[in-house]
């Protein structure tokens, strides 16, 4: 199967493009979005001011997905997506999570890219436990590389106990 979970910075991949969860501003944040925009540097932000608002201070809501430039990162592009807050799982979060994925690999092929990098989206300020986001993940993930052999995704988790929880997650498949 062609995805693979590891312990890394996601920031240090070299693939077409990694995946950031962002928050709707797409102006930097906290987290994995953070390191994105320190290590790609001052011009995604200034690609991201350029996008669209779709709502006052919304480039992106949860669900959807956006596509800049990597600028110094390895990865040739960014996706930015937002992940849903967990409230409970009552209010839709599994849908948003999994629209999240399908948009950003939506977003993958619309610019022929093969490689891609995930983060663990909404698993950290977000609150999304980790084995039930791990659970939409992967099954979202799986089914696109079994209708795309060409795909090579990677889940990157930024530390070993999440690593290990997405390693069992895609085990379970």
């Given at each position: 199967?062609?995805?693979?979970?590891?312990?890394?910075?996601?920031?240090?991949?070299?693939?077409d493009?990694?995946?950031?969860?962002?928050?709707?501003?797409?102006?930097?944040?906290?987290?994995?979005?953070?390191?994105?925009?320190?290590?790609?540097?001052?011009?995604?932000?200034a690609?991201?001011?350029?996008?669209?608002q779709?709502?006052?201070?919304?480039?992106?809501?949860?669900?959807?997905?956006?596509?800049?430039?990597?600028?110094?990162?390895?990865?040739?592009?960014?996706?930015?997506?937002?992940?849903?807050?967990?409230?409970?799982?009552?209010?839709?979060?599994?849908?948003?999570?999994?629209?999240?994925h399908?948009?950003?690999?939506?977003?993958?092929?619309?610019?022929?890219?093969?490689?891609?990098?995930?983060?663990?989206?909404?698993c950290?300020?977000?609150?999304?436990?980790?084995?039930?986001?791990?659970?939409?993940?992967?099954?979202?993930?799986?089914?696109?590389?079994?209708?795309?052999?060409?795909?090579?995704?990677?889940?990157?988790?930024?530390?070993?106990?999440?690593?290990?929880?997405?390693?069992?997650?895609?085990?379970?498949?």
């Amino acid at each position: 199967m062609p995805i693979t979970v590891i312990t890394a910075d996601i920031t240090t991949l070299t693939v077409d493009a990694i995946v950031n969860a962002a928050n709707e501003t797409l102006l930097g944040g906290g987290g994995v979005d953070g390191a994105i925009h320190r290590a790609a540097g001052p011009a995604l932000l200034a690609a991201c001011h350029v996008l669209p608002q779709v709502a006052p201070g919304v480039r992106c809501p949860a669900g959807e997905a956006r596509i800049t430039p990597g600028f110094a990162l390895p990865a040739s592009w960014v996706i930015h997506t937002v992940g849903p807050v967990w409230h409970g799982g009552g209010r839709g979060e599994a849908a948003l999570l999994e629209s999240c994925h399908r948009n950003a690999l939506h977003l993958a092929h619309e610019h022929d890219l093969h490689s891609i990098a995930f983060p663990a989206i909404s698993c950290g300020a977000y609150g999304y436990p980790a084995p039930l986001a791990a659970k939409v993940a992967l099954g979202t993930l799986s089914e696109a590389v079994s209708g795309d052999p060409a795909l090579d995704l990677v889940l990157c988790c930024y530390s070993e106990p999440m690593r290990i929880v997405f390693q069992t997650a895609l085990t379970s498949l």
